[in-house]
């Protein structure tokens, strides 16, 4: 069974400081990889993808992926309070559907 | 941006009957996905939708669940008989190559079985 694990948190950071968030999966042929963020009793919204080894930048935002290690993480810089927020790591395999993690939950305090 | 709309926004039924929820995919997209998340739990996947045909299901969309694409803008989960664990928020999402690409999501729709 295909599974991504991500610790549920809550992770506290103070505002302005880096938020690093981890994912580990199970699955050897996953491809691709995301992050969403989700509000509370609200959709999930994509913040970045991520297809091969390394680091991807955008913005705030830098996605690591390490598929030896099967290990995917997400770096957010200069945190916000509108950052505080459920962060969901999700894989995909050459087949058509995403499996979600639990989600970390991540704090922002002023 | 273009969106994918979800309706009803809250459903409430009785256990044993049958609920409908739509969505309409942004024009483009070729795929369609329903997902559902109960209360503080992880998003599951149902299952994907294809060129007219389910591509991919999980274990949890058994014969009890079917989907529809009535017509060139709608697309259906029919749940038909409801059981109280089927109580959850259900996600249409809609791409346009595929689950390898960013999804988009509708706002979903709460569904409450008593």
């Known amino acids: 069974q295909k599974e991504v694990e991500q610790n549920s948190g809550p992770l506290s950071v103070p505002e302005g400081a880096i938020a690093s968030l981890n994912c580990t999966y199970s699955d050897r042929g996953s491809q691709s990889f995301f992050w969403y963020r989700q509000y509370s009793g609200k959709s999930p919204e994509l913040i970045m993808s991520?297809?091969?080894?390394g680091d991807k930048e955008d913005g705030r935002f830098t996605a690591q992926l390490n598929k030896a290690s099967q290990y995917v993480s997400l770096l957010i810089r200069d945190s916000q309070p509108s950052d505080s927020a459920t962060y969901l790591c999700a894989v995909s395999n050459a087949g058509n559907m995403l499996t979600f993690g639990g989600g970390t939950r991540l704090m922002v305090k002023p | 941006e273009p969106e994918v709309t979800q309706t009803p926004s809250h459903q409430v039924t009785q256990m044993g009957q049958e609920v409908i929820l739509r969505c309409v995919p942004i024009?483009?997209?070729?795929?369609f996905y329903w997902y559902r998340q109960i209360l503080g739990q992880k998003v599951e996947f149902l299952v994907s939708?294809?060129?007219?045909?389910?591509?991919?299901k999980s274990e949890i969309f058994d014969d009890q669940f079917s989907v529809e694409r009535p017509d060139g803008s709608n697309f259906t989960l029919k749940i038909r008989s409801t059981k109280l664990e089927d109580s959850a928020m259900y996600f249409c999402?809609?791409?346009?190559?595929?689950?390898?690409?960013?999804?988009?999501f509708g706002s979903g729709t709460q569904l409450s079985v008593l």
């Open positions: 024009s483009n997209h070729l795929y």
């Open positions: 999402a809609s791409t346009v190559g595929g689950a390898n690409e960013k999804l988009f």
């Open positions: 991520i297809y091969s080894n």
């Open positions: 939708f294809y060129n007219n045909e389910i591509s991919e």
